[in-house]
């Protein structure tokens, strides 16, 4: 067997397993806190990065790890796994099951796996940059080739105002066929999985971001930052297919 699909197989563990830990809490009596951001965090959050550090510090010790809850561990080495144990706490503790775990590898710093799983939902999506799996089920962006037609998603359009140009996305919501916030990493499952054509999210960090590219790209999707650029290398993501997204893009930054 490959390195890949070794490394691959592993990332499944760390999915399924860091999604057994999650259900426990799920839909329970929870405490939640808030971080200087204001984020909310919980105990799940917190034990499925524990596990999956573990995991990985044991199996791969020269590995290092980018996790949102824990920091950096081992921040020089060739390999290193990204970890966003709930991706969409706000709807994990509203009992909202759309809620995911972000698991990427990166290696030299490059996006070479990334993995968006659903515990609740069971769905699992894995990609390469060379193709995209849900639950070993190969799947394709869509290839609705106008705005008139699509189907358009983001996590919070209130934060465009905030971080973007609000004329911009008004004007592509005004375009679109269908409008919805099925945000955060489901947005990009559904993406990714031919579902919906366009994925935007004005503000992200690094954790939200390194998983998000393999999957997309494997699917036949293209992922850049608000203004066409790397998004690994920036704070927002713009995805969609072939077709629309350099459309997009330019609507969303007219002067």
Not at 66 to 84: C, M, P, Q, R, T
Not at 232 to 247: D, K, P, R, T, Y
Request: glycine letters at 8%.
């Amino acid at each position: 067997m490959s390195l890949i699909n070794d490394l691959k197989k592993f990332s499944r563990l760390l999915a399924d397993e860091s999604g057994k830990i999650i259900l426990r809490y799920y839909r329970s009596d929870l405490n939640v806190e808030f971080k200087a951001d204001q984020s909310p965090v919980t105990i799940a959050d917190k034990k499925a990065e524990e596990f999956m550090r573990s995991l990985i510090m044991k199996e791969f010790p020269d590995h290092g790890i980018i996790g949102e809850e824990f920091g950096e561990y081992n921040s020089g080495a060739e390999y290193k796994w990204v970890l966003d144990p709930i991706d969409g706490t706000k709807s994990f503790i509203s009992g909202v099951p759309l809620f995911g775990t972000l698991i990427a590898l990166l290696h030299y710093n490059e996006p070479i796996l990334g993995i968006i799983n659903h515990p609740a939902l069971n769905e699992c999506l894995i990609g390469d940059n060379i193709t995209t799996e849900l639950n070993n089920i190969k799947v394709m962006v869509r290839n609705c080739d106008d705005l008139p037609s699509a189907l358009m998603l983001a996590s919070d359009h209130l934060m465009v105002e905030k971080y973007r140009t609000k004329s911009g996305f008004d004007e592509l919501l005004s375009k679109v066929k269908l409008y919805r916030t099925w945000g955060d990493c489901y947005g990009y499952s559904l993406l990714a999985s031919g579902y919906a054509d366009i994925m935007i999210d004005p503000i992200m960090s690094m954790w939200d971001i390194a998983a998000l590219i393999p999957v997309v790209k494997g699917a036949g999707g293209i992922i850049t930052d608000y203004y066409g650029n790397n998004p690994l290398e920036a704070n927002s993501i713009v995805a969609a297919n072939s077709i629309l997204h350099g459309q997009i893009i330019s609507i969303l930054n007219k002067k």
